[in-house]
C-alpha cells in the first residue's frame, strides 16, 4: 500500500523539542525527494522543510531556520522532522509529502502552549 504516516505530534511548552516521524511504504522512498509542511487553523498550508533523496540538501522555511532540521533515514523509509525551541505560531497539523508522486500523510497535531 503506498502511503505515508506521520507520528510524534503532541502538546509541548513553548521552548520545547518534539520529533516528527514520517514511515512510507510502497514506493522507492530512495529515490524520492521528501517534505514537511504545516498548516494553522485559518492559514494556508506552507512549506516548512525539504530534503533530497540522499539527504545532501535540504531546504527550511525562514520561520523556522535554525530551529527544525529535516533528516532521512533510506533503509528504515523514514522522514523525521526535529523540532526545537519551539513557539505559539509554530501550533499546526504537520504533513509528510513526497511531492513528485503528491503523496500526503495524514498528518500530526503539534500544539506549543503553556
Known amino acids: 500500500q503506498v502511503q505515508l504516516v506521520e507520528s510524534g505530534g503532541g502538546l509541548v511548552q513553548p521552548g520545547g523539542s518534539l520529533r516528527l516521524s514520517c514511515a512510507a511504504s510502497g514506493f522507492t522512498f530512495r529515490s524520492h525527494g521528501m517534505s514537511w509542511y504545516r498548516q494553522a487553523p485559518g492559514k494556508e498550508r506552507e512549506l516548512v522543510a525539504y530534503?533530497?533523496?540522499?539527504?545532501?540538501?535540504?531546504n527550511y522555511a525562514d520561520s523556522v531556520k535554525g530551529r527544525f532540521t529535516i533528516s532521512r533515514d533510506n533503509a528504515k523509509n523514514t522522514v523525521y522532522l526535529q523540532m526545537n525551541s519551539l513557539k505559539p505560531e509554530d501550533t499546526a497539523v504537520y504533513y509528510c509529502?513526497?511531492?513528485?508522486?503528491?503523496?500526503w500523510g495524514q498528518g500530526t497535531q503539534v500544539t506549543v502552549s503553556s
Open positions: 509529502n513526497a511531492p513528485r508522486v503528491n503523496l
Open positions: 530534503i533530497s533523496s540522499a539527504g545532501g540538501s535540504t
